[in-house]
């Protein structure tokens, strides 16, 4: 339960930005690729069965699959025989400062029920991303949006936070502010809670949930 307040809290005002998407083919020689990209990628199976391999963790996926590659992590992907044709699309989820994949761990892939709708989705997006008109950059950005959305809540059972120490202070803080809502709270207190200085804690905290701490206390007590 603890868990899931959190991943709202990350999730609720997250932006998407497209980068890029596009069509490929790919074949048994990727086998030994080993990529790294900046951005968080979704892509989906149209032809073919692909291996992917993601931080170890090996899945293989027939065509109707999405599939998702957190940003900078290791990364190799292969058809296991003949051609295999893909879908790609490289995105920043989350704020500019803070890349949701650091905070989150995501499933590999997960199995859609109509395909045929994320096939046109696809298909609006690259042809969105040739549109330079002034709405064109929202329009890209609301269709990556959606392809992220459905992603996330098909794959939400195997949605984990990823642990750090300063996430742990965090998410005590928070825990704190929940369970005393009829107390004073200051940013003050909750600073020296967890060792910090106010300053700096309120940017740790909002580096984590997107809000100041008085604001986060705020809408828990309206909640």
């Not at 020689?29 to 080993?34: D, K």
């Not at 690259?126 to 269709?143: F, H, I, K, M, T």
């Not at 207190?189 to 701490?213: C, D, K, M, S």
Request: proline share 5%; aromatic share 10%.
């Amino acid at each position: 339960a603890e868990d899931g307040v959190l991943l709202y809290q990350i999730l609720q005002n997250a932006r998407v930005r497209l980068v890029d998407a596009g069509d490929k083919q790919c074949d048994e020689s990727w086998t030994q690729l080993n990529n790294r990209f900046p951005y968080d990628s979704i892509g989906y199976i149209r032809e073919g069965e692909v291996s992917l391999t993601v931080n170890g963790q090996v899945s293989v996926m027939q065509p109707g699959a999405l599939y998702y590659i957190p940003a900078m992590n290791p990364f190799s992907h292969y058809a296991t025989q003949g051609l295999a044709r893909v879908y790609w699309t490289h995105f920043v989820l989350g704020p500019e400062d803070l890349k949701l994949s650091h905070r989150l761990e995501f499933p590999v892939s997960v199995k859609l029920s109509r395909p045929q709708e994320v096939e046109s989705l696809f298909e609006e997006l690259l042809v969105a991303r040739e549109d330079n008109s002034p709405g064109g950059a929202l329009l890209r950005n609301g269709l990556m949006g959606q392809l992220a959305a459905l992603f996330l809540t098909l794959g939400q059972e195997s949605l984990r936070l990823r642990p750090t120490e300063r996430f742990e202070e965090m998410r005590r803080t928070a825990e704190y502010i929940r369970e005393n809502l009829d107390k004073e709270l200051s940013v003050e207190l909750l600073a020296a809670r967890v060792g910090l200085n106010p300053h700096y804690f309120i940017r740790v905290f909002q580096h984590f949930f997107h809000e100041t701490p008085m604001h986060f206390v705020l809408r828990q007590r309206e909640e």
